[in-house]
Structures are given as C-alpha cells and as structure tokens.
C-alpha cells in the first residue's frame, strides 16, 4: 500500500490546516471515498485537524467570534482570524494530555473547564511575552474604521476574562430581554469581577458579549443595566460603556450618508439596501429612546436628532419621487370628448414594460418596506397618504382603461390588459389588495369574454354589447 512521503505529508497537512471549515467538511467527507492508501492518510489529517479545531473552539470558546468581522459593519473590536490558530498551536503545545478532557464537552462546567482556563492562561502569556510569534505585521491587520484597537496585549486580556464569559453567555439572552431583579444584578455582578481582574475589564467583557448579538441594537438593553444608573447619558457617557454608544451612533451615521447616495439617482436601481438601512437606523433610535435617558442638547441627542431629520427628509422626497414615477409608467392623456371638451384618460398605447415600470415598482416596494422605520422617522403619515392617493390613482386608471376596452376604443386589447396587469401589480406593492383583487377580477372576466367571442361576433372587450352569433 503506497503513502505519502514526509514531504508530502507535510505539505498536505498545511494546506488541511489552512483550509477554512466549509473546505475542511467537504473534504472529510470525500477522502474516504477516493480509496487507497495515500486517500486514508488524507482522511487521517482531515479528521485530526477537525477534532484539533473543535477542541480550539471549545477551550477558547467565548472569544471565538472576536476573529470574525461583524456582517452589519459596525465598528467592533475584531481579531486577525490568524491569529486565532497561531495562539491555540502555542497554547496546546505541551498540554497534550489535557486536551482529551476537551473532547464532547456539553456543560459550562466540569474537568474540561480547568484545562480550557490552562490554555488560555497560556494563551494570554503567550501574547504578553511572545507577540511577535502570533501576530502579524501591523500593515496585514485589517481594521475597520472607528473601530477599537485590536493589538496583543488587549487580546491577552480578554483571555484573562474566558472564564467569566464561559458562565456570562448562557445568560446572555436573559440580558438582552426583560431580566428581573436578581438577573440584573448578576449582571453589575460580573463587571465588577471583571473590573477587579483589569481596569479596562467591564468593557471588554461587554467587548466579548457584543461579538454574540446579531442585533447590534439590543446591546443597548446590556450596556444600560451594567450599573443602576447607565440608562442616564450623563452617567454612562462618562463611563468605558460610553462607546457603545458611540459606536451605534456613529453606525447610524454611516447608514444615514449611504442612504442619501442610495436614493440620489432614483433611476429605478434596486431599493432593497435603503430599505434595510433605513430599517436599522429606526431600529438603533428607537432603541436609545427606550433604553437611554438622552438630552436633546448632549452630543449624542444631537447627533440622533440630526440622524432623523435628515432620514425624514429622503424618505419624504423618496414618497414624492415614488408618485411621480407612478404616473410616468402609467400616463394620463387627454382625450377629446366635443369641440374644445376634454378629460383625462388613460394612454393605452404606453409601453408595456421597460425602464419606468420597473423604477416604479422599485420604488412602491421600498415605500411598503418603510412602514416600519416611517413610525420612527415621523413619516407614516405621509407614507399612508402616498398609498391613498395611489390606491385611487391606480384603481381608477385600470378601471377607466377597461371600460374603454370594453367599449372598442383600443386599438391594441393586448397591450392594454398588460397595463392593466400592472397596475394590480403595483396596487398589490403598496398592500391595497382588495382594490388589486378587483382589478384582476375584471381584468381576468375581459380576458374570457375576448376568448368567447372575437371581434367581429360581438365582443367589445369585457362583455358582450352586439348580437351573438347565433342570433345574427
């Protein structure tokens, strides 16, 4: 049986160990299937690095998604993903007989945890004494903008705090909702024990916490029950805690530019991203409002107040731009009825599709999007006013077109019905469904009638106005 030369071996091994998860598992999965004696080696180095990476990230666990970037981008103390491994392969290097206490570990306590607080104190030493073995060049480590700074001797302390975080982040969750008296206290609890280990303690543990929540939003609720009076600005700006805070606001910032350069074009581009944006920011405001008592004439009520006004007024020219772009797709003409005598009616002969439906669909989407976050920026009453005029606007405009469909006075039934199709399409955007339903009713009975009876054996479009075949 052939196998692998200690070169290869060893080259093959570095490239498992630098192989993401998502690799790793599919390769553990076809190794075994390839056969052979060199494939069974593989599978060996596969299945050891998987088992080497589930004990990392049980003896390190708390701190595991440090060394991930947050996805909604807010500004958080992150770690180079590379020095994770660096760090555990100097850590477990002559812990080799504890490592196995690792292995199915389900509890937050028991055997395991005193060699996973053995490796950590490692860990920590390992970065107080020897950084430049773990971590990389400063010009590699790719920080966000506005966010802490991640260097080796802030990791290390947070290595200092793993034991406490293991027991903090089951009851995160009870944190992060309506905890009761004792819940909270365990709280203000765990950052004095975090503060008495290190004076920079509580807001890495908050640091720590913060890497667990999705919602970045609901770490607010955390930040203002660390003390009994964090839920007052002036207290909790003065404190360490203060930057999540900012943290958020300056997130908010950042949300409210790209929805101004999200919404300046208004050529019909997707809206799903100002949607969202606009979503988060409300979520954040409406968050501070609950859980923080703000000045209006502090920094942060100031820049919360600007963040409104300034959302407020995009979506207010987002709603006008969306009305505007409504009757672009689907016109108005006048017609003449007698002499200088005329009226507006709808113009049949539109195009069908292209360019301005779809912009205008685009934007009745993001209007339905907003009913949420329109509540928090003060706009729900204009964006409810937008969705009667249009309710009416488009109901009236299918209605008109098929009345005239059914009179003969289209020259193009096909055409017009595709109009009509859209404007039930848009009047089921903006959430008007009965009046959408209705249009499709008489829409779909036109379509009947002009398959029962063809031009010229009494069909005028919606019914039958002549003689029926029979009879004639």
Avoid at 27 to 52: F, H, I, W, Y
Avoid at 238 to 257: D, I, N
Wanted: hydrophobic share 50%; glycine share 8%.
């Amino acid at each position: 049986m052939s196998s692998l030369s200690a070169a290869h071996r060893a080259a093959l091994q570095a490239v498992v160990q630098a192989a993401p998860d998502a690799v790793l598992a599919q390769l553990g999965v076809a190794a075994p299937a390839l056969g052979g004696g060199k494939a069974a080696e593989l599978a060996s180095l596969v299945a050891e690095e998987v088992r080497d990476r589930a004990r990392r990230d049980m003896a390190f666990g708390p701190l595991v998604p440090l060394f991930q970037a947050r996805t909604d981008g807010i500004p958080a103390l992150v770690f180079p993903h590379a020095v994770l491994t660096r760090v555990w392969r100097e850590a477990r290097a002559g812990e080799e007989a504890f490592l196995g206490l690792l292995d199915g570990a389900v509890s937050v306590d028991g055997e395991w945890t005193l060699a996973a607080d053995r490796l950590c104190a490692r860990a920590a030493a390992v970065l107080r004494d020897r950084p430049e073995d773990v971590w990389p060049r400063p010009a590699s480590v790719d920080q966000a903008r506005g966010a802490p700074a991640a260097t080796p001797a802030e990791l290390a302390g947070c290595f200092d705090l793993v034991a406490l975080a293991r027991t903090a982040v089951p009851r995160l969750p009870v944190w992060l909702e309506r905890p009761d008296d004792n819940q909270a206290a365990g709280l203000r609890l765990l950052i004095q024990d975090c503060l008495a280990i290190s004076p920079d303690g509580g807001r890495r543990m908050i640091d720590i916490l913060f890497a667990h929540v999705a919602d970045a939003e609901r770490m607010l609720r955390v930040v203002t029950r660390t003390s009994r009076l964090a839920d007052a600005e002036s207290i909790l700006s003065h404190s360490e805690m203060g930057v999540f805070v900012e943290r958020l606001l300056a997130s908010v910032q950042t949300r409210v530019r790209r929805i101004a350069a999200g919404l300046s074009p208004r050529d019909g581009a997707d809206m799903t991203p100002v949607v969202e944006d606009a979503a988060w920011c409300a979520g954040v405001l409406a968050e501070m409002d609950m859980c923080l008592q703000v000045r209006p004439d502090s920094p942060w009520g100031k820049a919360a107040r600007m963040a409104r006004v300034e959302v407020a007024g995009q979506l207010s020219g987002l709603m006008k731009s969306t009305s505007a772009a409504v009757h672009a797709a689907l016109p108005m003409k006048r017609q003449v009825l007698a002499g200088r005598m005329t009226r507006l009616c709808p113009w049949l002969e539109a195009p069908a599709k292209g360019e301005p439906i779809e912009a205008a669909a685009a934007l009745l989407s993001a209007v339905a999007g907003l009913r949420g976050a329109a509540v928090t920026f003060g706009c729900e009453a204009d964006r409810m006013a937008l969705k009667t005029e249009l309710t009416d606007y488009l109901s009236t405009w299918a209605n008109e077109a098929l009345d005239s469909i059914a009179d003969g006075d289209v020259a193009d039934s096909d055409t017009a019905l595709r109009l009509v199709g859209t404007a039930a399409r848009f009047l089921t955007l903006i959430e008007a469904l009965e009046a959408a339903r209705a249009v499709r009713r008489r829409a779909a009975a036109a379509e009947a009638a002009r398959a029962m009876y063809p031009k010229g054996d009494g069909f005028t479009g919606s019914g039958v106005t002549g003689a029926s075949p029979a009879a004639a």
